[in-house]
């Protein structure tokens, strides 16, 4: 979902770093191989220089990115939250300013790949749709909706595999990723989760955010679903277009 988006953009990064700077700017240093602490640096230096992406590498604008139709929630009837909530469209903010606290994995042959985040602020806001129930409170509202993580956590774990194309040198194809976010505060405001009842809307929003940590349980296994999706389809055409051979250096 959309905190997926958060980690996309780092880890994509990651990534970028470790891949191949054959075409990255002349000012991003070579790493040598498996230097991990070395990636992670030039990661952040990344994310920080080309905030607005960059076509020459496959880069993904990362400040105000922008996504469209992205389940956050499906109800289950086994919770006591009983939630269906969708972004039609959003907007991030924050995502540049990612701090790698670590990454593993940056063999000269990788196999599994690894890294852990720190994220001071993400903002997400946009236009919405949900229907279900919280506690008591039935939900059935769409408008504009704003969250708010904060200090948050995030882990990201892939594993990959390198091949061989007709260059004759090795790209990274992604098998499968997971990705885990851990905010230490959540703030939701939705407008008009109840429709034509603007105070029953404001009384909901306030319970959500007295029981924030709750609600972000039922929340976290699809966010982070989603998480690992959008950081996958924002790392598969960076792998595409940069080999892995050409990063290190010798």
Do not use: H
């Not at 959309?2 to 994509?12: A, D, N, R």
């Amino acid at each position: 979902m959309y905190f997926k988006t958060l980690l996309s953009i780092s880890f994509v990064v990651c990534f970028i770093v470790g891949s191949n700077a054959g075409d990255l700017p002349s000012d991003i240093a070579k790493c040598k191989i498996a230097d991990n602490e070395c990636v992670g640096k030039k990661t952040m230096e990344v994310l920080q220089k080309y905030s607005n992406g960059n076509p020459d590498f496959g880069m993904p604008k990362i400040s105000g990115l922008q996504l469209k139709n992205i389940t956050v929630a499906r109800a289950s009837n086994k919770s006591p939250i009983q939630l269906n909530f969708k972004f039609i469209q959003l907007t991030s903010q924050g995502l540049e300013d990612s701090i790698i606290v670590n990454t593993s994995g940056w063999t000269k042959s990788p196999k599994n790949l690894e890294a852990n985040l720190i994220l001071p602020k993400l903002v997400i806001n946009g236009d919405y749709e949900t229907d279900g129930r919280i506690l008591l409170l039935a939900l059935d509202g769409k408008g504009t909706g704003y969250f708010e993580m904060t200090d948050n956590q995030v882990n990201i774990k892939a594993k990959v595999v390198l091949e061989k194309r007709s260059d004759g040198k090795n790209y990274i194809r992604i098998i499968k990723i997971k990705a885990v976010m851990i905010p230490k505060k959540l703030f939701i405001k939705m407008d008009n989760l109840v429709k034509g009842s603007p105070e029953l809307s404001k009384t909901i929003n306030d319970v959500i955010n007295d029981n924030w940590s709750d609600v972000w349980q039922e929340l976290a296994p699809g966010i982070n679903n989603a998480l690992a999706q959008i950081i996958e389809s924002l790392a598969a055409p960076v792998f595409d277009k940069l080999s892995y051979d050409d990063f290190y250096v010798e």
